[in-house]
């Protein structure tokens, strides 16, 4: 699911995908790796915001494997997930 971001000046859109406990750290990682996420929220199956996780191009090597540990501890004990990640627009979309 895609909605617009509500200042469009900022060329930012917002993607929400669910996401099973066991593939969220491949997830995480496939998102981090695309780059042009700008942040990831994981929300609980009760649509509670559980962690942001703001993202830069120079904190994502620094927190990478930190970060990757500790959700994978969180992904054991919720069962589903809803993904919400913030992207930049790119210019040909």
Not at 71 to 84: D, Q, R, S
Request: charged share 25%.
């Amino acid at each position: 699911m895609r909605y617009a971001a509500a200042n469009a000046m900022e060329n930012t859109f917002f993607e929400e995908m669910k996401v099973k406990g066991r593939d969220l750290v491949e997830k995480v990682k496939s998102i981090v790796h695309e780059g042009n996420a700008r942040r990831i929220i994981l929300k609980d199956e009760k649509g509670q915001t559980f962690l942001e996780i703001p993202l830069s191009i120079a904190a994502v090597g620094v927190i990478a494997v930190p970060l990757l540990a500790g959700l994978g501890a969180i992904a054991a004990l919720v069962a589903n997930f809803t993904l919400v990640v913030e992207r930049v627009k790119e210019e040909n979309q």
